[in-house]
């Protein structure tokens, strides 16, 4: 595009709060086919609260205890949620030990001489723990758009927390206006496929990636890359940075972490998703104004 056409894509995007990094930003955006969107803090705004508990063959403030201890000591969002609703609940406090982290799974340690893990599925599969009772509660929460954090105490299955991420309000109405573009919308999450199908479904996406480890993102948008498509990654989190590195354009929510933002090449100050429409719909009119 001309120097002239870039200025005044540049300063229209300013406008708005959509800040791009450098000239091509604006002149590929005009060329995405494909959107990808990270689901937490992206299409959702990142604020897990706990909406449900479930315990088996334990108390409830127990088994809260226990849980929250763990969480405690990661840093995880849905770990925070766990550990706020515990304190709200006076819940005891314990000190945990031997913790570990396990990326994409939930974390592990040793709390008042049990051993407690806390994750997802995947991690009580990881760890030979079958759900047993919990099973189709477990599934209810999830098809519910409920995360769902499993609790297992000493090798079995002894609670649920279900949390809730509510969807950004202005995101159906991007994903909207992203078909409307003649866009297809992708929702890419390490969150679990019944959740992320649910949450999608809502807001009018139909192709949903889930269970993505967090090293698995940019491998994704690989794929989707295939056959030359030119694709967008609209993401927040430091899992995400190599997918946005990846991508033909990485979009950083503002509200973002701070790789997220230094990765990508445009950057949504307003946190919004139906800037991501205008940030392409600006790029489009960039080009048509060279022609
Ligand atoms: P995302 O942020 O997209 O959900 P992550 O890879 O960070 O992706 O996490 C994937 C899943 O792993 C989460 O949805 C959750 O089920 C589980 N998980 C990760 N960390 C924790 C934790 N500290 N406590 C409980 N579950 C966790
Ligand atoms: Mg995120």
Redesign the pocket.
């Given at each position: 595009a001309t120097p002239t056409a870039i200025m005044v894509g540049t300063g229209l995007g300013a406008k708005r709060g959509v800040l791009f990094k450098n000239a091509s930003a604006i002149e590929t955006g005009a060329r995405i086919e494909v959107v990808v969107m990270?689901?937490?803090g992206t299409l959702t705004k990142g604020e897990p609260e706990v909406t449900d508990l479930a315990a088996a063959g334990i108390g409830e403030p127990e088994l809260l205890a226990l849980v929250a201890a763990v969480?405690r000591e990661?840093e995880?969002p849905?770990?925070e949620a766990v550990v706020r609703y515990a304190e709200r609940r006076d819940a005891p406090v314990f000190q945990a030990r031997d913790f570990h982290n396990v990326?994409?799974?939930?974390?592990i340690a040793t709390v008042d001489g049990r051993r407690v893990v806390?994750?997802?599925r995947r991690l009580m599969e990881r760890e030979g723990i079958s759900l047993g009772g919990l099973m189709s509660r477990r599934d209810e929460l999830a098809s519910g758009g409920r995360?769902v954090?499993v609790a297992a105490v000493d090798g079995r299955a002894a609670g649920l927390i279900g949390i809730a991420d509510a969807p950004r309000d202005t995101s159906a109405a991007a994903v909207a206006a992203l078909h409307d573009l003649g866009i297809e919308v992708v929702m890419l999450?390490?969150?679990?496929e019944q959740t992320a199908r649910r949450i999608a479904g809502g807001l009018g996406i139909d192709t949903v990636i889930a269970d993505v480890?967090?090293g698995d993102k940019a491998g994704k948008i690989v794929e989707l890359q295939r056959d030359g498509r030119k694709v967008a990654m609209v993401g927040d989190?430091v899992?995400d940075a190599p997918a946005l590195a990846q991508a033909d354009l990485g979009i950083a929510i503002g509200a973002g972490t701070d790789v997220a933002i230094e990765t990508a090449d445009v950057v949504l100050m307003r946190s919004d998703p139906l800037d991501v429409p205008t940030a392409l719909r600006i790029g489009r009119g960039t080009l048509r104004k060279m022609r």
């Open positions: 990270d689901k937490t969480e990661s995880h849905l770990a990326p994409g799974h939930g974390a806390a994750g997802n995360t954090v999450t390490g969150d679990n480890l967090p989190g899992n």
